[in-house]
């Protein structure tokens, strides 16, 4: 079955600088590629998704990119606020069902 | 505005004692999901229901059932509910239109404490 992992685990920034966070999968026919982020105590939700057809993809100060021949994505979150410090999935479908697949999360602190 | 609603948002239930938590959506999507999360880890599939047709994940325990009654309800009926089952309990949706690869929007979550 698919299998994606996620580094760092944790990651600290200084306000302002940028924050990269990268995803490997395994199954070469996943298509989807969600990132979602989860604040202390609320659910997890989408900040920006990309699909296979797409090598990068972009939303004010966040951007993911896709290499599907070395089957890795990374979240680039630019200008980080102290807002940005949460806990951040990267997730692949799993082809042929409705399964996401979840990497461990990286939890972001953002100092100010 | 409330997409995916979860109702109680915390329950506290005694040890053996059965709990159910609710689920339900109004955007009227076919897939409804399942997942306990413990302290931040990743959320772990239970179990989907796409439409009626029920999918278990082969390493849930059999504690865990659910019940989708009609389109826009699911419950989580935990049997016996032991200290490990302790956690945040994430419902979700996908539109589930016959194709893979779909955002989830997740509902608000019910926190479980078992005594």
């Known amino acids: 079955g698919e299998n994606v992992e996620q580094h760092p685990s944790t990651l600290s920034v200084q306000e302002g600088d940028s924050a990269v966070i990268k995803c490997t999968y395994s199954?070469?026919?996943?298509?989807?590629f969600p990132w979602y982020k989860q604040e202390l105590g609320k659910r997890p939700q989408l900040i920006i998704d990309i699909r296979s057809n797409v090598g990068e993809k972009k939303d004010q100060r966040i951007a993911v990119t896709l290499n599907k021949t070395a089957k890795h994505f990374s979240l680039h979150i630019t200008e980080t606020q102290p807002e940005d410090s949460a806990v951040y999935f990267c997730a692949a479908d799993n082809t042929g069902g409705f399964k996401t697949i979840f990497g461990a999360g990286t939890r972001l602190f953002v100092k100010a | 505005d409330a997409m995916v609603i979860q109702n109680p948002r915390y329950q506290v239930t005694q040890f053996g004692k059965p709990v159910t938590l609710s689920c339900s959506q109004t955007?009227?999507?076919?897939?409804m999901y399942w997942y306990q999360q413990k302290s931040s880890q990743a959320p772990k599939l239970l179990f989907h229901?796409?439409?009626?047709?029920?999918?278990n994940e082969a390493d849930t325990p059999d504690n865990f059932q659910s019940r989708r009654p009609n389109t826009s309800f699911c419950f989580l009926d935990i049997r016996s509910p032991g200290l490990g089952d302790a956690a945040m309990y994430l419902c979700a949706t996908s539109r589930g239109g016959g194709t893979s690869g779909e955002t989830q929007y997740f509902g608000p979550g019910t926190r479980l404490l078992v005594l």
């Open positions: 199954d070469s026919a996943s298509n989807y």
């Open positions: 229901y796409y439409d009626k047709d029920f999918n």
């Open positions: 955007l009227n999507h076919n897939v």
